[in-house]
């Protein structure tokens, strides 16, 4: 489960306003996008996220609790007397350190309760909290750097494991994100970087996909943007894939069809 903090928190901001740095009033984002308006680093804001986490940690037995921090504009922060204030007193330098305070606070709560937290690669920035796992959505760089920092990594680049690209040629195919990402890219992903040694290979965990839905209305159309390509992931992360051999795969794979078919799977034959 994630709980999006600090940014991507407008739909949240529209309904406790008290918790930003301005005081709105605000609207739920009609449109995809990164909003300046983000959680306000204020002592009754943790109070409020850390009575969510404690509904979400009864609620889900997960070892991790994924705590977003992706996309946090620092604007708000920036023109925020208490923001600022907060910077003073814990000694930070600039708005990134502040991020990491946020993270780190948050992680200590949710490892007292015995679980662990896991963020977008921008946890990074201004210093990583001390038990974090790093998921590196930005290219793998921020996952190398937290493998090599001893921290687990799952590797989810938007090159190659976000299923929300095209998959085909985009006149033949519905409407999508952007960016191009056939089965054959897929397959060729190695979610264990050559700049890791072995034993700071170790520290990744796996790779996922990523299906973000802001032009996907129907569960149908969810199986057509993850299926096949799922195929090809799965043996990415079973460390059996091998791009050379993709011929191989590729008859393999077709193979599935039929059980889609069967089973009234709707199903991507983009090449």
Known sequence: PEIEMPGHAVAALAAYPEYSCTGGPFEVGKIWGVLDDVFCPKDETFTFLENILSEVIDLFPSKYIHIGGDECPKVRWKACPKCQQRMKTENLKDEHELQSYFIQRIEKFVNAK??????????????????????SW???????????????????????????HYQGEPKNEPIAFGGYTPVEKVYSFNPTPKELSADEAQYILGAQANLWTEYIETPSHVEYMIFPRMLALSEVVWGTSNPEKFADFQKRMIQHFDIFDKKGINYSKSR
């Open 114 to 135: 015995g679980r662990k937290i896991i963020g977008w690669d921008e946890i990074l920035e201004g210093g990583l909290a001390p038990n974090a796992a790093v998921m």
């Open 138 to 164: 930005r290219g793998t760089e921020g996952g190398i750097a937290a493998a090599k920092e001893k921290h687990y990594v799952v590797m989810s680049p938007g090159s190659h494991c976000y299923f929300d």
